[in-house]
């Protein structure tokens, strides 16, 4: 498998953990776990590392996953100091430009295309 197809992968296996974990019904997971980026990381079958990998540009590589558990299942901002507040904004705009870069990679090979 190449990296981009294992990305793609793991991509996937975070969505459908952060799924069944918002919907209560986690495989890897006893009832009433916690809300944390290491349940998370299990519930994929990946280990916590690859959770909080980041690229050269220190951006979590994983990003939507990681600014989703900053907060609670039900989408609501979890009670957090200050340098959690920070942490999060931080994921939150990470995701942003991962976002964005994505939008203008299509762009590029749409005008390439043409």
Do not use: C, S
Request: aromatic residues 4%; without cysteine.
């Amino acid at each position: 498998m190449t990296p981009k197809q294992q990305a793609r992968a793991t991509t996937i296996a975070l969505d459908e953990a952060l799924q069944r974990m918002q919907a209560g019904r986690p495989l890897h997971l006893p009832p009433g776990f916690r809300w944390t980026k290491k349940n998370l990381a299990k519930e994929a079958g990946l280990h916590i590392t690859t959770l909080l990998k980041r690229d050269p540009d220190k951006a979590f590589v994983y990003a939507e996953a990681n600014a989703t558990m900053e907060q609670g299942p039900d989408g609501a901002p979890r009670k957090m100091g200050a340098q959690q507040r920070l942490r999060r904004r931080i994921a939150e705009l990470e995701a942003k430009v991962l976002h964005l870069q994505r939008h203008i990679a299509t762009m590029a090979q749409a005008g390439a295309a043409k």
